[in-house]
């Protein structure tokens, strides 16, 4: 049996992401309300063209945030305010260490360069489970649910469909992953998660045999 391997996504999933209070900390930073913020950089030629890989580079996210915020925003700021609405969940890492007990372990989450840059940072706690192998959608050139970014993941670990894994709290990102073939779970506790983990590495076992 090929080596498996298990995608997961980071927000939601691995920690509690307070995006209300990411905006708030936003708001306190620029002086902008919620919708202003929304209209400026949180839509599709913004944030989720970032997300996507418009924006390649960590000083050109930053330099295309700026220009939409319309004044200068210092990236330690921007660290920081992204990282005060994440708290992690200690189950749900603990299914990750499980999983890479059966396989190996990569990480997908929808952000841009600045994130994947600062990731360690905004994420000590994977460092250690992820090695590195902590990535944004921004790395593959495609964001979630496209199924080109899945393509992209398989094709770097040089990994079939039915040997992969993907784990995501959007219905519509799972929906994405299944189209290609890979064995999905919806996220809904760290419980629910490191059954469904144990279930697929023993159905692949199983089909092997």
């Known amino acids: 049996m090929s080596q498996l391997l298990f995608i997961f996504d980071m927000d939601d999933v691995l920690y509690d992401y307070d995006w209300r209070l990411r ?13 202003e913020l929304r209209r400026r950089w ?8 970032a997300e996507a890989g418009e924006f390649a580079t960590p000083e050109g996210y930053l ?9 200068p925003i210092d990236e330690d700021d921007w660290v920081r305010v ?5 708290t992690p969940w200690p189950e749900s890492l ?18 841009g360069a ?11 706690e994977l460092v250690e489970l992820f090695g590195d192998h902590l990535f944004t959608s921004s790395d593959y050139g495609a964001r979630k649910p496209d199924p ?18 993907f784990a995501d709290d959007l219905a519509v990102n799972v929906a994405g992953a299944a189209s290609i073939g890979i064995a999905t779970h919806l996220f809904t506790s760290s419980g629910a998660l490191r059954a469904a983990i144990d279930e697929f590495a023993v159905a692949r076992r199983a089909n092997a045999d």
């Open 94 to 111: 603990a299914a990750v260490r499980r999983a890479s007990e059966l396989g190996r372990v990569t990480l997908l989450t929808n952000n």
């Open 114 to 124: 600045l994130a994947a840059k600062h990731l360690p940072a905004l994420a000590p």
């Open 148 to 165: 080109v970014v899945f393509e992209r993941v398989l094709k770097a670990y040089d990994t079939a469909p039915a040997d992969a894994f």
């Open 82 to 86: 992204r990282g005060s609405a994440m």
């Open 23 to 35: 905006m708030a900390g936003m708001t306190e930073l620029t002086g902008m309300p919620l919708e």
């Open 42 to 49: 949180w839509h599709d030629e913004g944030e989720w063209a």
């Open 63 to 71: 330099s295309a945030f700026q220009e939409a915020i319309g004044m």
